[in-house]
């Protein structure tokens, strides 16, 4: 398995973005999906997992701004994010939670 990100990038306090995964290799359906994100010197930040059968979860930190979505078709996860806030930026990473793969991270900034 492996993941490619792509999206990121900078946008204005109030902006959105939209983060792809794409799996490149098989088994993707079967797979719950997780987003991430780091800040130099702290932990990494779950933000977001879908199960197999499209059930989400949040953290608090972005409840009612992000989505995370999936298309098993095309083999690719989502992280729609809304309303972004300069405590949004940080290196955004997706990860197959069992298989413990993750992407290669994309930087986000919100910044004006």
């Known amino acids: 398995v492996q993941l490619v990100q792509s999206g990121g990038g900078l946008v204005r306090p109030g902006g959105s973005l939209r983060l792809s995964c794409r799996n490149i290799?098989?088994?993707?359906?079967?797979?719950?999906m997780a987003w991430y994100r780091q800040v130099p010197g702290k932990q990494r930040e779950w933000l977001a997992q879908?199960?197999?059968?499209?059930?989400?979860d949040y953290a608090d930190s972005v409840k009612g701004r992000f989505t995370i979505s999936r298309d098993n078709a095309e083999s690719t996860l989502y992280l729609q994010m809304n309303n972004l806030e300069p405590e949004d930026t940080a290196v955004y990473y997706c990860?197959?939670?069992?298989?413990?793969?993750w992407g290669q991270g994309t930087q986000v900034t919100v910044s004006l």
């Open positions: 879908i199960f197999t059968d499209g059930v989400t």
């Open positions: 290799g098989r088994f993707f359906s079967l797979s719950t």
């Open positions: 990860r197959d939670e069992p298989r413990n793969t």
